[in-house]
Structures are given as structure tokens and as C-alpha cells.
């Protein structure tokens, strides 16, 4: 049986602590890393649409909520006449 050398054995075993959390970045701080995060967020395309979606999606959620709601509540109006 072939013995393992640090040259034969895949980077991804010899370093599992940087594979498993690659978005933490041993040389720059994590508030540099959410900086990026907000900047990117609120200043490039693919951001704001993100931001368009979730807001599209809370409201659609809030809207159908209210909506069953007063289903629910004219439905229980009528079957108590």
C-alpha cells in the first residue's frame, strides 16, 4: 500500500478548515467581508434586483395574507347568520 505524501494528497484534506469556510478569509477581517456583501448589495444589478424580488415577495405575502383573511372572516359572518 502506497504510503501519502503532502504532494499526493489533495489540498482539500490537508486544509479542511479553509475548504469548509471559504467565505471566511484568514488574512482580512469578517467586516471587510460584509462590507463587500452591503456594496455589492445595494450597488450592482444583480443586487437591487435581489432586493426587488424579496420586497416583490413580502408584499406578495402580506397581500394574500389580508386577503384569506378577510376571506376567513366574511366566511365566518355568513355561516353565523
Sequence with gaps: MPAFSEATVPNAIIDQDHDAKPWISHSHSQGVHIM????DLFSTDYGLMSIMGIMFMIGMGVFFL????GKMDADAKNAGK
Excluded: E, N, S
Excluded at 36 to 39: A, Y
Excluded at 66 to 69: A, D, E, T, V
Design 66 to 69: 389580508r386577503l384569506f383573511m
Design 36 to 39: 463587500k456583501l452591503l456594496t
